[in-house]
């Protein structure tokens, strides 16, 4: 056991979960506060030192630190919309010009704003497809 070790707080153990194989198993100690010991044996002992508690509580901040108000943004639902809207504009194209969703190609950008938009399509016409829109051979 390291100095460290015995420096630190003891905390009840709430369960113990063996992982690896053999020759290289180790023993995850989950503890009442939240942190996971590993060790190379489970231990027997209904409490054991936690280490990340004591590194948290000698952890010092430097003098001066700020608070810093950070704004959330939820890009995963500006970036659900873009889909959304990029979906209806290639299936408006297809129906446009009557042919499957899957011959259309659209080209995004990202902005500066974090949104994307299209740039432009690529339509992947067959031979019949041609000929029905310029109005025969």
């Known amino acids: 056991m390291t100095t460290e070790h015995r420096k630190a707080p003891r905390k009840t153990v709430e369960s ?3 992982v ?3 020759g290289n198993v ?3 100690h989950h503890l009442e506060c939240g942190h996971i010991e590993s060790r190379p044996r489970a231990s027997t002992a209904p409490k054991l030192g936690c280490v990340t508690c ?3 509580k ?3 901040e430097p003098e001066g630190l700020q608070q810093v108000n950070v704004e959330v943004v939820d890009f995963g639902a500006q970036i659900a919309q873009d889909e959304i809207t990029t979906n209806q504009l290639a299936s408006r194209l297809a129906k446009t010009l009557g042919v499957p969703t899957e011959a259309i190609g659209l080209h995004q950008e990202i902005q500066e704003s974090g949104r994307s938009s299209v ?3 690529v339509v992947y016409l ?3 497809d041609i000929y029905r829109i310029i109005g025969g051979p």
């Open 54 to 56: 004591l590194r948290v």
């Open 26 to 28: 180790k023993y995850l």
């Open 58 to 60: 000698n952890r010092q």
């Open 119 to 121: 740039q432009y399509a």
């Open 126 to 128: 067959s031979k019949d």
């Open 20 to 22: 690896g194989g053999w």
């Open 16 to 18: 113990i979960d063996r």
